[in-house]
């Protein structure tokens, strides 16, 4: 059923709500020993980790004058981003639309629906773009349909970004230093929102930015995807990329193995970004001793229990999560080798504006 396009806003109370989320030490072995790394539980904050950017970019329209009270907003997301607008819209007074594609988990549906939005949902990926590609040109539709409508355009809206000045505000006060911030990358917003009020204050801090293998972000060539949350098949403008010091690749056997790990040790988990940042956070700590890393972990693990964790979803995608890799291959540029695992890269360029083809494949 399609919801009543007027909301009255929650209002402050639920504005009050936003961030404020734990820190958590880890110290599981991911697979090896390590010295330990914090992490930022987003999940546990109201609305989760795309809370605070949605109501950063709702904020930013309404005061340019680009969102009437009241009107519509719709985007395009796979969930995470879906969630946060939920919670923006609610508290704000705007009905939200999101375009989701088929691949978008039952429960999450259900959820989103249950939240008050209204789901437009893809069912074929582009023949160019796969699902990204798909899923904005229904946006595009959506948007001529409802004149008012306002589109947030995470992939490159500034105020997604800084969306994120609350979570760093939380971080200098939580850590008494910070040599290493370990980010995944989807739409580049909170790694970019993060570093760059986090460098006022350390200013040596250096950023590694996590994507998934398959992911063209970082210069890579995109490829069918079975993680979601980290990595694109689209070059986000949000993307921070002189910020990053080095990237890394890492594949969806590694990221379910780590997360499993997790769950295991440390009781804390998530999805697929957060087995993929916690593997290289681990790293980081083992190969930089004495080093202060922190790292996000955007959700929690309840999302994932059809895929990440379970067994039959791992073997009907042809993942050996006993033979994934315990340490990076290093490559010299980004365009060097196809990354089919767990790749690192000390060299961070912006594809659009450098290009030489693909050599070889690493498997
Ligand atoms: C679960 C999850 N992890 C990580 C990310 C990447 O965060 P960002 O878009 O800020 O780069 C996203 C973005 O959609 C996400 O949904």
């Known amino acids: 059923m399609t919801p009543a396009l007027h909301h009255a806003p929650a209002g402050g109370d639920l504005l009050a709500l936003l961030g404020r989320t734990p820190l958590a030490r880890i110290t ?14 987003e999940g546990l904050g109201t609305g989760g980790m795309k809370a ?21 907003v719709v985007e395009s997301t796979s969930g995470t981003l879906g969630i946060g607008l939920a919670f923006a819209g609610q508290a704000l007074g705007h009905p939200i639309v999101l375009v989701c594609d088929t691949e978008l988990e039952p429960s999450m549906r259900r959820l989103l629906r249950t939240y008050g939005v209204r789901l437009e949902l893809v069912d074929r990926p582009a023949a160019e773009g796969g699902w990204q590609a798909a899923r904005l040109a229904r946006l595009r539709e959506m948007l001529a349909l409802l ?17 994120y000045a609350s979570l760093a505000a939380e971080l200098t006060t ?7 911030l370990v980010c995944s990358v989807g739409t580049g917003g909170h790694s970019a929102g993060l570093i760059r009020p986090l460098r006022e204050h350390w200013p040596e801090l250096r950023l590694i930015g996590v994507d998934a293998t398959g992911s063209t ?3 890579q060539p ?26 890394h690749w890492v594949g969806p056997a590694e990221a379910a193995t780590t997360c499993r790990a997790l769950a295991k040790g440390s009781f804390i988990s998530g999805g697929w970004s957060t087995g993929a940042v916690a593997l290289v956070a681990a790293w980081a700590a083992r ?13 929690g693990p309840h999302r994932y229990l059809g895929t990440v964790y379970d067994d039959d979803f791992a073997a009907a ?23 089919t695992g767990w790749v690192r890269c000390t060299a961070v360029t912006d594809p659009l504006s450098s290009g030489s083809p693909i050599l070889e494949s690493t498997s």
């Open 28 to 41: 599981t072995d991911l697979p090896c020993p390590h010295p330990g790394f914090w992490a930022k539980l």
């Open 52 to 72: 605070r950017a949605a109501v950063s970019m709702l904020l930013g329209a309404r005061e340019r004058g680009e969102l009437r009270p009241g009107a519509p």
């Open 147 to 163: 004149p008012d409508a306002y589109w947030p355009d995470q992939y490159n809206n500034p105020d997604n970004t800084t969306g």
């Open 174 to 180: 939580q850590l008494d230093h910070l040599d290493i």
């Open 217 to 219: 972000i970082f210069g």
């Open 222 to 247: 995109a490829r069918p995807r079975l993680m979601r949350g980290l990595g694109s098949s689209i070059h986000p403008r949000n993307v921070a990329y002189d910020a990053f010091e080095e990237v």
């Open 287 to 299: 190969v930089h001793p004495g080093a202060v890393v922190a790292t996000v972990f955007p959700d």
């Open 317 to 339: 995608h042809g993942l050996d999560l006993t033979t994934a890799a315990t340490r990076p291959v290093q490559i010299a540029h980004p365009r060097a080798t196809e990354a």
